[in-house]
Nanobody
Framework: QVQLVESGGGLVQAGGSLGLSCAAS????????MGWFRQALGKEREFVAV????????SYADSVKGRFTISRDNAKNTVYLQMNSLKPEDTAVYYC?????????????????WGQGTQVTVSS
């Protein structure tokens, strides 16, 4: 059974930092692009960041560019999202997802595997 399990969410003050992890099990994702999405209360799920299979290519939503960093460790079958300079508008449930392709894409419809999400709350 394939599982993506997010961890590292929590409550942080504006300007603070949090690091999210997504551990995959059930199969290796070393050849798959993986990404992070988020969904705020009452809003649609939106793209945050994506990384290709080797980690050499990344893409970010404009709203997080320069503040968030996506990375991966294929030996650990894990992808990370380091979030710095957090703002109240970053408050959302953050989801890890994996494509069946090696290439980056920001369209959530092209991600096949999804985690259950982890809550990030940024207080002002």
């Amino acid at each position: 059974q394939v599982q993506l399990v997010e961890s590292g969410g929590g409550l942080v003050q504006a300007g603070g930092s949090l690091g999210l992890s997504c551990a995959a099990s059930g199969r290796t994702f070393s050849k798959n692009a993986m990404g992070w999405f988020r969904q705020a209360l009452g809003k649609e799920r939106e793209f945050v960041a994506v990384i290709n299979w080797g980690g050499g290519s990344t893409s970010y939503a404009d709203s997080v560019k320069g503040r968030f960093t996506i990375s991966r460790d294929n030996a650990k079958n894990t992808v990370y999202l380091q979030m710095n300079s957090l703002k109240p508008e970053d408050t959302a449930v953050y989801y890890c997802a994996a494509r069946t392709s090696s290439y980056i894409d920001a369209d959530l419809r092209r991600f096949y595997y999804w985690g259950q999400g982890t809550q990030v709350t940024v207080s002002s």
